[in-house]
């Protein structure tokens, strides 16, 4: 079933709350998934299932600086699609992958910003864009968002 980004931001307070913490790593190692850092060229990172077991691929090619959007947003495959195979998805069939790609975004950026907002981020000092570029944020999720987080 499809979810609009207000039910997305409100899985991921809920799922902060009931680990507590924002850490994108943390957070999948408490959800039982694996974390796998792979010398991949074609991809920043994807999610695998394979007999139960979770993985979380993430490129060694990838930006430093963009690790915690890349954990992220597999953390929202894996939890927000569980039942599919999203490398399966977007390599090897023409089923239209945007929907989830779309909720994986926003559901890596409200964690990301819950995790900078308890940092003690205050967003009236750098946009949301500045914010959104420096840890590899697609901008059309930023605009996506800016309709609740009128803070931003
Ligand atoms: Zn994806």
Do not use: W
Not at 69 to 86: R, S, T, V
Not at 101 to 106: C, F, K, L, Q, S
Not at 109 to 129: K, N, Q, R, V
């Amino acid at each position: 079933m499809p979810m609009n980004n207000t039910a997305i931001r409100q899985y991921v307070q809920e799922l902060i709350e009931k680990h507590n913490t924002c850490s994108p790593f943390q957070l999948a190692e408490l959800c039982g998934i694996q974390l796998v850092y792979a010398p991949i060229k074609s991809l920043q990172g994807y999610y695998i299932k394979s007999s139960r077991i979770k993985i979380i691929v993430i490129s060694t090619e990838a930006d430093d600086a963009h690790l915690g959007y890349i954990c992220a947003h597999e953390l929202g495959h894996a939890l927000l699609h569980d039942k599919i195979n999203m490398h399966y998805l977007t390599t090897k069939s023409y089923f239209p992958a945007g929907r989830y790609e779309r909720e994986a975004d926003v559901f890596a950026t409200e964690l990301m910003l819950a995790g900078s907002m308890e940092a003690g981020c205050h967003y009236e000092d750098f946009s949301i864009y500045d914010f959104m570029r420096s840890n590899g944020i697609p901008e059309k999720v930023a605009e996506a968002l800016s309709t609740y987080h009128t803070n931003l």
